[in-house]
T-cell receptor, first 114, second 112 residues
């Protein structure tokens, strides 16, 4: 069964900490994405990557960075966590070869910054 | 990518068909209609997609109007586990970064 795996389901961090959210996919997909989801605001795209070492800003990149050193792994980094980054974070992947079949999402990481 | 309009919420009786509408009046000729759903506390799940022909798979049917300005997702026999937020998205197959833009979706409540 194909999967997108996010390293943590729940995470609690302190303000100012550097936070790493990890995402791994086993489908050899070219594209990977990080979204955050907040009540009333829906899913908003933070960053995406269409190839190793490539990254593009989404709609809300401020306060975040990403790393894609290997095709299967896409990391989201909160350089200095703040309380307004408390949210559900969702990773997804897709392939150009199978672009017709949409995205596969991970189960999400619920991050709380205190 | 074209924008979509969906009702905020809908109810459906268990065992009955759930028909979820979506308007996408500014859809372009190369844009597909995708449907995803998100069950509480889980990541979104792909359901079905189509260009202009009606489509059916094991989860649902997708009916696209002839002018492609609207579509309907049909869950033929809704169960309690179909309670979720359903997202209708239109996008070109090869848009930049191949990314999806999610709107507010329709919150479907399946009731016993």
């Amino acid at each position: 069964d194909v999967k997108v795996t996010q390293s943590s389901r729940y995470l609690v961090k302190r303000t100012g900490e550097k936070v790493f959210l990890e995402c791994v996919q086993d489908m050899d997909h070219e594209n990977m994405f990080w979204y955050r989801q907040d009540p009333g605001l829906g899913l908003r795209l933070i960053y995406f990557s269409y190839d190793v070492k490539m990254k593009e800003k989404g709609d809300i990149p401020e306060g975040y960075s990403v790393s894609r050193e290997k095709k299967e792994r896409f990391s989201l980094i909160l350089e200095s966590a703040s309380t307004n980054q408390t949210s559900m974070y969702l990773c997804a992947s897709s392939s150009y070869d199978r672009a017709n079949y949409g995205y596969t999402f991970g189960s999400g990481t619920r991050l709380t910054v205190v | 990518d074209a924008k979509t309009t969906q009702p905020t919420s809908m109810d459906c009786a268990e065992g009955r068909a759930a028909n979820l509408p979506c308007n996408h009046s500014t859809i372009s000729g190369n844009e597909y209609v995708y449907w995803y759903r998100q069950i509480h506390s889980q990541g979104p799940q792909y359901i079905i997609h189509g260009l202009k022909n009606n489509e059916t798979n094991e989860m649902a049917s997708l009916i696209i109007t002839e002018d492609r300005k609207s579509s309907t997702l049909i869950l033929p026999h809704a169960t309690l586990r179909d309670t979720a937020v359903y997202y209708c998205i239109v996008r070109a197959l090869h848009n930049a970064g191949n990314m999806l833009t999610f709107g507010g979706g329709t919150r479907l409540m399946v009731k016993p």
